[in-house]
Structure formats: C-alpha cells, structure tokens
C-alpha cells in the first residue's frame, strides 16, 4: 500500500497564500481534491508523469498550480489569492496512468488530509 503524506496546511488570511506539500514514492499520476462536511470530495489540480501535463479546477485556475519534484519525492500544491470558501480538508492522492485527470475514480491511493483555514 502506498503511503502519501502530506503537510503545509494551517491558518491562512483571505488573499494569502500557502503551499501544501506531498511525499509520494514512485511514478504516479497525482492529484489534489478538498472537501468539507457535506459536500462531496472535489477535484482541485492534477499533474500526470511528465510535468508539464497538469490540469486544474476552473475556479483555481490562475492562482493554483501543482508542481511536482521527482529528485525529492515530493508533489506540491501552491495556493494564492486564497479565498474563505476554500476552507476545507485538502487531500493528496495517487493515480494510475499517464496524464493528469481530475476525476477522482481515477486515484487509489490517498492520504490522511491536511486542514486549510481562510479567515481574518
């Protein structure tokens, strides 16, 4: 079973910016999605095996991006321009394949969900 492992999340204003970061081992297709009680879990951004294929969510396109560091073993999510309604648990996952999705049937392995809080 694969193990990823996330970190970063915390207490952020609205407009700021914070970076979650993911330990993955292997070669993965990778994605982030969030999701917050009632709701159901929603796709944020996805990078495939080659990094320059990554796809993102409308609402976070131009203030998310998802870079990814094969030396480090390492998947990131940079977040800016945070708004309120984007408090949520936030939760890396791991894919089979080649190219960034963001349907989340997609991922079989995920991690334990890091907290992100946007409020003044």
């Known amino acids: 079973q694969l193990q990823l492992v996330e970190s970063g999340g915390g207490l952020v204003q609205p407009g700021g910016s914070l970076r979650l970061s993911c330990a993955v081992s292997?070669?993965?297709?990778m994605g982030w999605f969030r999701h917050s009680p009632g709701q159901g879990r929603g796709a944020v951004a996805a990078?495939?095996?080659?990094?320059?294929?990554?796809t993102y969510a409308d609402s976070v396109k131009g203030r998310f991006t998802i870079p990814r560091d094969y030396a480090n073993k390492m998947v990131y999510l940079q977040m800016d321009i945070l708004k309120t309604e984007e408090s949520d648990v936030y939760y890396c996952?791991?894919?089979?394949?080649?190219?960034?999705?963001?349907?989340?049937?997609?991922?079989?392995?995920w991690g334990q969900g890091t907290q992100v809080t946007v409020s003044s």
């Open positions: 996952a791991a894919g089979r394949g080649y190219s960034a999705t963001l349907v989340v049937e997609e991922y079989i392995h």
């Open positions: 990078i495939g095996l080659q990094s320059d294929n990554r």
């Open positions: 292997g070669r993965y297709v």
